[in-house]
Every structure is written in structure tokens, then in C-alpha cells.
């Protein structure tokens, strides 16, 4: 019993009946795609846990942006951490306020063990932003960007490789790594004659052979 406890959704974990005071403190808010959670400068403190769609957690410096992740079902984050949060679809989120949430959740291992995996993931990926913005081009940001997808949300295909779906316009996908449309549209064409990806639609691709793509860009990840 204790091994399903900790490796339960937080959603469903949240079901539970010691957390039914927690539960009615949770406001339901909707957020339609492309609409703000909030914006760095935001004036409320709250925890947020994603009960549907998905949003982009980003970091906004002069006219880029640079990417830090992107939350799913299930995953837990706040609104004064000083970045952007955006839906990039319908989503639907469950609030409170952070006094509230840390008074109910003090001890509770299932939100502590999300927490620690969304900001560990949200920290990794600034340090690649620093790291990219100091000594990579962007040829290495995109190829770090495919291959941390790949990593994170990818599904396998037998025999064929790893898919992903990045659902963003390469307009989009060139803010997130710095660059120009036209440039990353050129990358994604070399990428594609070099056998190293294989586009299968708007933000879609198949990835034949991961290690091989992260080698080109530089990355080398256990």
C-alpha cells in the first residue's frame, strides 16, 4: 500500500478522503489557449496543480523567450517564482492561495516528491538556457529542445524511434530558442536531410535515433 501511495497521481491522491478540507480551499479556474496564468510580475502568490491541459512555464527577457517547461496533468507549480505562465490550450487549473496551501500540505510526501520533480526539471532547463545563451548557437538550442521533448514526453515507436509532439509553429519554436522563423525553419531542414528527424506534421516529429540527434548538438545526457 505504501508504494502505490507514493507513486499515485496527484490528482487521484487528492481524492483521498484526509484531503477533502484541502479539496474545498481548491478553486476550479479555466483558461483558454494562448491566455496568461500569470505574468512575471505577478502580484498574487498561488499554487496551482494542472487538472487538464497544458501550460508553459517561460522566462521573457527584451523581445525573447526562453522556454523552462511545460506542465501536464498532475503537475504543481506557483505563480510567484517570476516567470511566465501561459496556456498552450484549454486548460483547467485548481488555485490557492500559498498560505492556505502550505497550512493544509505541510509533510504530505506526494505533493512534496511533485513539487521537487516539476522544479527540478524547471531548473535543469535554465541552467541549458544559460548554458545555450553562453556558448551555443542556435542550431544546439533546437536540438536541445527536440531531444529534451523527446526525453520528457516522447512515445516510442518499435523500430521506428521516438515521436513528439512540440504542438508550437516553428515561429514559435524560434522564440523559444533565441532565433529567427526563417533560421529555424532552415535548421529543421538540415535536421530533416540529415536523417536525424522526420517531420510528421505542424510540431510533430519522429526522432530515428535519439543519441545520434544529441551528439550533433553537443549534448551528451545519461
Given at each position: 500500500?505504501g508504494?502505490?501511495?507514493l507513486t499515485e ?7 483521498r478522503?484526509?484531503?477533502t478540507e484541502l479539496r ?5 479556474r ?8 500569470c505574468q512575471s510580475?505577478?502580484?498574487?502568490n498561488?499554487?496551482f496543480i ?8 517561460y ?5 525573447k ?5 511545460i506542465?501536464?496533468k498532475?503537475?504543481?507549480y506557483?505563480t510567484?517564482a ?7 490550450e484549454?486548460a483547467e487549473l485548481?488555485m490557492t ?8 500540505m505541510?509533510?504530505?510526501?506526494e ?7 516539476v522544479?527540478?526539471?524547471i531548473l535543469?532547463s535554465?541552467?541549458?538556457?544559460i ?5 551555443k548557437d542556435a542550431n544546439?538550442?533546437?536540438?536541445a529542445?527536440l531531444?529534451?521533448e ?5 512515445i516510442?515507436?518499435?523500430n521506428?524511434g521516438?515521436?513528439?509532439?512540440v504542438d508550437?509553429?516553428?515561429e514559435?519554436?524560434?522564440r523559444?530558442?533565441?532565433?529567427t ?5 532552415t535548421?529543421l ?8 528527424i522526420?517531420r ?5 516529429f519522429?526522432?530515428p535515433?535519439l543519441?545520434a540527434?544529441?551528439?550533433?548538438g553537443?549534448i551528451h545526457?545519461?
Amino acid at each position: 500500500m505504501g508504494m502505490k501511495f507514493l507513486t499515485e497521481n496527484l490528482l487521484d491522491h487528492l481524492q483521498r478522503p484526509e484531503f477533502t478540507e484541502l479539496r474545498s480551499v481548491l478553486s476550479t479556474r479555466r483558461y483558454t489557449k494562448g491566455s496568461y496564468i500569470c505574468q512575471s510580475e505577478a502580484d498574487e502568490n498561488l499554487v496551482f496543480i494542472v487538472a487538464g491541459g497544458r501550460v508553459r512555464v517561460y522566462l521573457g527577457y527584451e523581445d525573447k523567450e526562453f522556454n523552462l517547461g511545460i506542465l501536464g496533468k498532475g503537475d504543481i507549480y506557483s505563480t510567484h517564482a517570476g516567470t511566465y505562465v501561459q496556456a498552450l490550450e484549454d486548460a483547467e487549473l485548481l488555485m490557492t492561495d500559498v498560505i492556505t496551501f502550505r497550512r493544509r500540505m505541510v509533510g504530505d510526501p506526494e505533493v512534496t516528491k511533485a513539487m521537487i520533480r516539476v522544479l527540478g526539471n524547471i531548473l535543469k532547463s535554465s541552467f541549458a538556457i544559460i548554458d545555450g545563451l553562453a556558448f551555443k548557437d542556435a542550431n544546439h538550442r533546437l536540438v536541445a529542445l527536440l531531444a529534451n521533448e523527446a526525453r520528457r514526453h516522447g512515445i516510442k515507436v518499435e523500430n521506428e524511434g521516438i515521436r513528439i509532439d512540440v504542438d508550437l509553429s516553428v515561429e514559435q519554436i524560434a522564440r523559444l530558442v533565441g532565433s529567427t522563423r526563417q533560421t529555424v525553419s532552415t535548421l529543421l531542414n538540415d535536421l530533416i536531410r540529415a536523417g536525424l528527424i522526420e517531420r510528421l506534421g505542424r510540431g510533430k516529429f519522429l526522432i530515428p535515433d535519439l543519441t545520434a540527434l544529441e551528439s550533433v548538438g553537443g549534448i551528451h545526457l545519461t
